[in-house]
């Protein structure tokens, strides 16, 4: 990976993080303005705050720090009523990140250990590696199948099968959502997809990484195709 696009996309990240609290801050000076107790509550409750910290690092009176804390607490109900009286437009007090695991900024910290959030891995991804065959996933996904276009009508001696193509792709739809559902399940297989161009393989690879996506998942899509008599193999493998 090109260092520089790493450091340009938590440039991104920065702006957008920034943005998103920016916004989020004006919101809540307004809210302020319309409702003046709850200014005096956060105030309230930032010396109460500051006052438990003072003495957990003086004296550690237990008892003390104690009955701050029950303060504290009334004081938030006391605002939680007031912005549930207030309705959806309390919600905007709160940045609105465009990822709720990593705030925006491209890492989680779990257990005093920090890892790259998906989505930083996944616009990473995009950009070194997807690109182009990234527009046309978003457009590709199971909303979008239409099975009309598989015919209704078994024919075993020109599909090897005693059942209709569309009673076929259901099946192999089936078997897709089975493994998205299972994804996480180091017991369940990878698939693979075989078969002739213009049967519905690229399309299926792309609904299966838009439900992993939706997840949260990181896919690196492309496609590794081998030419046999028009044959192409789409392999779906867990990285």
Do not use: W
Request: proline share 1%; aromatic share 8%; net charge neutral.
């Amino acid at each position: 990976m090109d260092n520089t696009t790493l450091k340009s996309l938590l440039i991104e990240y920065d702006k957008k993080r920034k943005n998103a609290e920016d916004t989020a801050n004006r919101y809540k000076q307004d809210l302020y303005e319309k409702f003046p107790d709850l200014l005096e509550i956060d105030k309230k409750i930032n010396t109460l705050a500051i006052s438990t910290m003072k003495e957990i690092s003086q004296n550690g009176d237990k008892e003390l720090v104690s009955n701050l804390n029950v303060k504290i607490d009334a004081l938030k109900k006391e605002k939680d009523a007031i912005l549930k009286s207030i309705g959806k437009e309390a919600e905007l007090i709160h940045p609105h990140y465009e990822c709720s695991k990593c705030s925006d900024t491209g890492y989680i910290t779990e257990n005093n250990q920090t890892r790259m959030c998906n989505c930083l891995k996944q616009r990473i991804y995009d950009i070194e590696y997807n690109k182009s065959n990234m527009s046309a996933l978003k457009k590709q996904n199971f909303e979008t199948l239409n099975l009309f276009v598989y015919s209704d009508k078994a024919n075993i001696d020109k599909y090897n099968s005693d059942i209709s193509p569309r009673e076929n792709m259901k099946l192999i739809i089936k078997i897709c959502h089975d493994f998205i559902d299972n994804f996480d399940d180091i017991e369940n297989k990878n698939l693979l997809f075989t078969g002739k161009t213009g049967l519905g393989k690229t399309f299926l690879s792309s609904c299966i990484a838009n439900e992993l996506l939706k997840k949260g998942k990181t896919v690196l899509y492309h496609t590794a195709s081998v030419m046999l008599d028009t044959v192409i193999d789409y392999h779906f493998r867990k990285i």
